[in-house]
């Protein structure tokens, strides 16, 4: 009489894969790696160095100043340092600003509504839309003389304003940036999938309004993902360059010089720096001592949400 088999698939799986030596793990990240090291890591290091320098881009005749850069930029640079006041006013507005109007869409669209994939997908198009033609749109709406909505507002008088320049810029620069909530929308979108029924429902019952359930039910399970639009947001509202010099008055993106002071970001004037003044040196010293401001605020941020960020813990994995 013979014998059944024993399955051995499982154990069999297990020694096929540790067959396999760790050299092949860096075998197949090393794509990314070296992508790493000469795109990322050598720039950066060389930044470095160009910072203590007083390189202009163009002379191979430099020499090493060594922190007067940093000096001057802390101490004797009032305009950096007005862009700098400028881009935290700006991210201080458009961050709670993307996150709030992303989450009201999000509950929005969660609802059993009457073609909601449609609506889901109106809402998200935007943010698929490039930078450039965005830009574009914004410049036919708020163009002085040309503009729809200059021509609009000509059956009420006859008033151009020049939406364009200050102070109205900062205020569309703020509009345009809103026009992408599609994007935050939709991740926002995916954890309200996750939140349990039950509890709204329990909570319908026990006689809480729709208000009362959004803010202590909804929003703390879904605090994580909240919390990784504002670091995210943050970190890229910070460093925006390409929008304001898009809807500069000339329609050039090299014309950086012609950016309205009230939306003259830092980025804005680390560009200058390069491309105009020919001080690389300096731009790169802007550039480090941004980058050090930005990792401080994360990690600031990322202290402070201990108290606002709520995981939810399976009860088999409690301690």
């Known amino acids: 009489m013979t014998q059944a088999?024993?399955?051995t698939t499982g154990s069999s799986r297990g020694r096929g894969w540790r067959r396999y030596r760790s050299s092949t793990f860096y075998?197949?990240?090393?794509p990314w790696i070296v992508g790493f090291l000469v795109l990322t890591l050598m720039p950066i290091g060389y930044a470095l160095g160009v910072s203590f320098t007083n390189y202009d881009g163009k002379s191979s005749f430099w020499r090493w100043v060594g922190f007067r850069n940093y000096v001057e930029l802390l101490t004797s640079d009032p305009a950096a340092m007005q862009s700098m006041v400028r881009t935290l006013m700006f991210t201080a507005i458009v961050v709670p600003l993307s996150v709030a109007v992303g989450l009201l869409l999000a509950l929005m669209v969660n609802r059993r509504i009457r073609a909601r994939g449609a609506v889901r997908a109106i809402f998200f198009l935007p943010s698929v839309v490039p930078v450039v033609a965005t830009a574009?749109?914004?410049r036919l709406i708020f163009n002085r003389d040309a503009?729809?909505?200059?021509?609009?507002l000509s059956f009420f008088g006859d008033t151009k304003i020049t939406w364009l320049a200050d102070p109205?810029?900062?205020y569309v620069l703020i509009l345009m940036m809103l026009w992408g909530c599609g994007a935050g929308m939709v991740i926002i979108l995916a954890a309200l999938q996750d939140v349990p029924v039950e509890l709204e429902e329990a909570a319908k019952i026990d006689g809480a309004s729709s208000w009362r359930i959004i803010r202590s039910i909804t929003i703390p399970l879904i605090s994580p993902v909240l919390y990784f639009q504002v670091i995210t947001g943050v970190i890229g509202t910070?460093?925006?360059l390409v929008q304001p010099m898009l809807l500069a008055?000339?329609?050039s993106i090299a014309s950086s010089a012609n950016v309205p002071q009230s939306t003259s970001l830092f980025m804005v004037e680390v560009y200058n720096e390069y491309f105009y003044n020919s001080r690389f040196g300096y731009g790169s010293a802007m550039l480090w001592?941004?980058?050090i401001f930005i990792l401080t605020l994360t990690l600031v941020l990322q202290r402070l949400s201990k108290r606002f960020v709520f995981y939810q813990v399976e009860s088999g994995n409690e301690e």
């Open 147 to 152: 503009g729809l909505l200059n021509y609009i």
């Open 5 to 7: 088999p024993v399955a």
């Open 249 to 251: 008055e000339t329609s």
């Open 136 to 138: 574009i749109m914004f």
């Open 27 to 30: 075998l197949f990240a090393s």
């Open 238 to 240: 910070l460093q925006i």
């Open 289 to 291: 001592v941004f980058f």
């Open 168 to 170: 109205y810029a900062f």
